[in-house]
């Protein structure tokens, strides 16, 4: 079978001048060499398109395939992890993960809180700044944490994220909205233990597929998963399995939200715990990272005994059930369903 490999190369949009905060999001070379192994090993043909825009060229000169497997973030508006799935759609060319509207709805921090608040899963409390740090007066939840409303990676969070008065919040949240270009995301900080928890599959049959317990060591910058933390995991981050009363509670809550976001195929949703081990959705990751030794969700499906390839198996069958495929249905010479 035929899979487009769609995907945002860090050293592509380094060429075109853009910085390296700008090129977080984006994938290495390893990455997309791991997916191409795994996808081949899997018995596909794995096609290297790359952005959206050159998927955009194939699919109008009438290429198709059989499945999309895009791990394109975009690069610009709240909105841009949707691009290349509306792109599938008006093209009608099957594509793995969620649609355009779960995308662009857990990209918005605060609407994916909204959502997922509605469903019953506790969050933070938290406001936004959409253009000015004077909007954040009335605030009073303290300690808070600022960072940008759609960005990911942990593109923006640092230690002067974490802030306990007013003076600094309006100094944080003025700093995201000037560097970022777009609003701030205020919420109440919680001083528990931190979760990511991997899901994979839809509808009924979807499942935990583990929770993982982020832990800083003591050299890397405090009390935020950040981007600097993230950059260094290897040195500055333990990654560790947890499976306890509170991790068990994250995970389901997790299921929870993923559901409720409609996420589809794959999805990692991030937690806090309050003082007294109540876990927090924080946010959820429906474009998880996917690098085998360096991303959270292939380092907790290893923990949990998934190794690299297979999860990539699990999220192309569960894609593929989605359209009524599989792939032995795909297999040459046999019909196509």
């Given at each position: 079978m035929r899979v487009a490999l769609v995907y945002d190369l860090r050293d592509d949009y380094r060429a075109l001048g853009l910085s390296e905060d700008e090129v977080a999001e984006f994938d290495s070379i390893e990455t997309i060499d791991a997916l191409a192994g795994a996808l081949e090993a899997l018995g596909c043909e794995a096609i290297r398109v790359g952005r959206g825009q050159a998927l955009a060229a194939r699919l109008v000169a009438g290429e198709r395939y059989d499945i999309v497997f895009s791990i394109a973030e975009g690069v610009t508006g709240r909105s841009r992890e949707a691009q290349v799935p509306a792109l599938c759609e008006l093209f009608d060319q099957p594509y793995l993960f969620s649609d355009p509207l779960t995308l662009a709805a857990a990209l918005?921090?605060?609407?994916?809180?909204?959502?997922?608040?509605?469903?019953?899963?506790?969050?933070?409390?938290?406001?936004?700044?959409?253009?000015?740090?004077?909007?954040?007066?009335?605030?009073?939840?303290?300690?808070?944490?600022?960072?940008?409303?759609a960005e990911g990676t942990g593109k923006g969070c640092e230690a002067a994220s974490l802030v306990h008065s007013e003076a600094a919040l309006q100094a944080a949240v003025a700093r995201v909205i000037a560097r970022y270009r777009?609003?701030?995301?205020?919420?109440?900080?919680l001083p528990g233990r931190e979760f990511t928890v991997g899901i994979v599959g839809n509808g009924e049959e979807a499942r935990v597929l583990g929770v993982c317990e982020i832990l800083l060591k003591p050299n890397a910058e405090a009390n935020v998963y950040s981007l600097h933390n993230k950059e260094l995991c290897e040195e500055l981050v333990t990654y560790a399995p947890a499976a306890d009363g509170e991790a068990r509670l994250a995970g389901a809550r997790a299921l929870a939200a993923y559901r409720a976001l409609q996420c589809r195929d794959t999805a990692r949703i991030d937690f806090r715990s309050d003082a007294k081990g109540d876990p927090y959705f924080l946010e959820a990751n429906p474009l998880a990272g996917l690098n085998p030794w360096h991303s959270d969700l292939p380092i907790l499906a290893a923990q949990n005994g998934v190794a690299f390839t297979?999860?990539?198996?699990?999220?192309?069958?569960?894609?593929?059930?989605?359209?009524?495929?599989?792939?032995?249905?795909?297999?040459?010479?046999?019909?196509?369903?």
């Open positions: 918005d921090k605060a609407v994916a809180k909204r959502l997922v608040r509605d469903a019953g899963v506790p969050t933070p409390s938290f406001a936004v700044a959409e253009g000015s740090a004077n909007e954040l007066v009335d605030w009073t939840d303290f300690p808070a944490f600022v960072k940008p409303l777009q609003p701030a995301l205020v919420e109440q900080y297979t999860l990539i198996g699990i999220i192309l069958d569960a894609g593929l059930a989605r359209y009524g495929l599989s792939r032995r249905t795909l297999e040459p010479g046999r019909k196509r369903a």
